[in-house]
C-alpha cells in the first residue's frame, strides 16, 4: 500500500525530470543574475549601454523559462499530461491577466499603489501552481 | 466519452499501471481515459485498439 501511494506520487517521466531540472537550474540563475544585476548597478555605477545589460540580466532565465515550457511540451509523449499542462498555463494566463487588469483599473480610478511589473512573474507562477492542482483535481 | 476499457483491461487481470506501461502513457492517463474524462487521440485510440485486438468502435461509445 505505502509503495503503491509513493509510486503514485512520483514521476518516472523522463521529459518531467528534464523540465524539473532545467527549471530549478533557471531559478538558481535567476537568484545570481538579480543579484549580480542589483549590487553591480549600485557597486560599478555603470554608464550607458552597461546599464541596460545589467537591468535585462535577470529577465534572461525568466525567457528562458518561457522557451523551457515550450520544449516540455514538444518532449512530452503523453498526451494527457500535456493537455493538462496546457490547461494549467492557460488557467496561469488567465488569472494573471485579469488580475492585473483588475488592478490596473483600480490604480487609475481608486487610486491604488502600483503594481511593481516585476511581480508578474511570480503571480503568474502562483496561479500556474494553483490551476495545475485545480487541473488534476478535476481529472481525479 | 464512455468506453470499454475497464473491462477488457479486467479481462486481461490487468492494474491501470500494466496498461499504462504497455501504451508507454502514465497512470493518471489511463485512469483518466477510463473515467470518460478525457479523450485520447487518434494514434493512442488506435494504439489501444491494437493492444486489444479490437476495432476503436468496439471500444469507445459514440454518445451522439
Same mark, same amino acid.
Given at each position: 500500500?505505502?509503495?503503491?501511494?509513493? @509510486?503514485?506520487?512520483?514521476?518516472?517521466?523522463?521529459a518531467?525530470?528534464? #523540465?524539473?531540472?532545467?527549471?530549478?537550474?533557471?531559478?538558481?540563475?535567476?537568484?545570481?543574475?538579480?543579484?549580480?544585476?542589483?549590487?553591480?548597478?549600485?557597486?560599478w555605477?555603470?554608464?550607458?549601454?552597461?546599464?541596460?545589460?545589467?537591468?535585462?540580466?535577470?529577465?534572461?532565465?525568466? @525567457?528562458?523559462?518561457?522557451?523551457?515550457?515550450?520544449?516540455?511540451?514538444?518532449?512530452?509523449?503523453?498526451? #494527457?499530461?500535456?493537455?493538462?499542462?496546457?490547461?494549467?498555463?492557460?488557467?496561469?494566463?488567465?488569472?494573471?491577466?485579469?488580475v492585473?487588469?483588475v488592478?490596473?483599473?483600480?490604480?487609475?480610478?481608486?487610486?491604488?499603489?502600483?503594481?511593481?511589473?516585476?511581480?508578474?512573474?511570480?503571480?503568474y507562477? @502562483? #496561479?500556474?501552481?494553483?490551476?495545475?492542482?485545480?487541473?488534476?483535481?478535476?481529472?481525479? | 466519452?464512455?468506453?470499454?476499457?475497464?473491462?477488457?483491461?479486467?479481462?486481461?487481470?490487468?492494474?491501470?499501471?500494466?496498461?499504462?506501461?504497455?501504451?508507454?502513457?502514465?497512470?493518471?492517463?489511463?485512469n483518466?481515459?477510463?473515467?470518460?474524462k #478525457?479523450?485520447p487521440?487518434?494514434?493512442?485510440?488506435?494504439?489501444?485498439?491494437?493492444?486489444?485486438?479490437?476495432?476503436?468502435?468496439a471500444?469507445?461509445?459514440?454518445?451522439?
Amino acid at each position: 500500500m505505502e509503495r503503491r501511494l509513493i @509510486a503514485d506520487c512520483k514521476t518516472n517521466n523522463p521529459a518531467v525530470w528534464r #523540465f524539473t531540472r532545467r527549471f530549478i537550474v533557471l531559478s538558481l540563475l535567476y537568484g545570481a543574475l538579480s543579484g549580480l544585476s542589483t549590487y553591480g548597478l549600485l557597486l560599478w555605477h555603470p554608464t550607458g549601454i552597461v546599464i541596460w545589460l545589467l537591468a535585462i540580466l535577470p529577465a534572461l532565465p525568466i @525567457a528562458g523559462a518561457v522557451l523551457l515550457t515550450a520544449r516540455y511540451m514538444a518532449e512530452e509523449k503523453d498526451e #494527457f499530461q500535456s493537455a493538462v499542462l496546457v490547461q494549467s498555463l492557460l488557467g496561469g494566463i488567465g488569472a494573471t491577466l485579469v488580475v492585473i487588469i483588475v488592478w490596473g483599473f483600480l490604480e487609475n480610478y481608486a487610486h491604488f499603489r502600483r503594481l511593481d511589473i516585476l511581480m508578474i512573474w511570480p503571480l503568474y507562477l @502562483a #496561479f500556474v501552481g494553483i490551476s495545475y492542482g485545480l487541473v488534476k483535481a478535476r481529472y481525479k | 466519452m464512455k468506453n470499454r476499457l475497464r473491462v477488457l483491461r479486467a479481462e486481461r487481470g490487468w492494474s491501470q499501471a500494466d496498461l499504462a506501461q504497455r501504451l508507454e502513457v502514465s497512470r493518471q492517463s489511463v485512469n483518466a481515459i477510463e473515467t470518460g474524462k #478525457f479523450d485520447p487521440s487518434l494514434p493512442l485510440a488506435f494504439k489501444l485498439a491494437r493492444l486489444f485486438e479490437s476495432s476503436i468502435e468496439a471500444i469507445f461509445c459514440d454518445e451522439n
